[in-house]
């Protein structure tokens, strides 16, 4: 069987297993962690895909504007209700690697993008504590780590 499925499964199950936070009605966030919802390279937009290159150029925990509408589209973020463009974001292993790993998975032809992706958004006092970041993004990851965690090892790095 393939090891790609396999893993997607999994991931799949144990997301399944996770409580997803959503958000309330007056447009503020409450706590969320959101699991990658579009990996399928075919499901995203071309108009997306074609700023592909323009996305993950510099490391700068700002997102561009093609990076937070991207971002947005693969982790069903509503930009109404949290917009990622112009969002300060941090990455378990840098935004330019992100970045990168996805256009290569594009241009060799591959269904799928970086997996294991999950974005954490930050409540006001969380933001606070983590020096101003609006969220951050795990990728690569089997397990689905608790916001708290994401929260003490950010406030570590700052």
């Not at 937070?68 to 941090?90: A, E, H, M, T, W």
């Not at 290569?104 to 970041?133: C, H, M, N, P």
Request: charged share 25%; proline share 3%; glycine share 6%.
């Amino acid at each position: 069987m393939n090891k790609l499925l396999v893993i997607t499964c999994l991931e799949m199950f144990l997301f399944s297993c996770f409580p997803i936070y959503r958000y309330n009605s007056n447009n503020n966030m409450e706590q969320t962690i959101q699991e990658r919802q579009v990996y399928n390279f075919a499901e995203i937009p071309t108009e997306l895909l074609s700023h592909i290159d323009k996305m993950g150029i510099d490391s700068s925990s700002i997102l561009n504007e093609y990076e937070g509408r991207y971002l947005n589209f693969i982790f069903k973020i509503n930009p109404q209700d949290f917009n990622l463009v112009g969002k300060k974001i941090s990455f378990k292993g840098s935004k330019v690697d992100f970045f990168k790993d996805e256009r290569e998975w594009f241009y060799r032809g591959e269904k799928s993008g970086v997996g294991g992706a999950v974005l954490y958004i930050f409540t006001a006092a969380q933001k606070a504590e983590t020096g101003g970041d609006d969220a951050a993004i795990v990728y690569w990851s089997k397990f689905v780590v608790p916001i708290e965690e994401i929260v003490t090892k950010l406030q570590k790095q700052h």
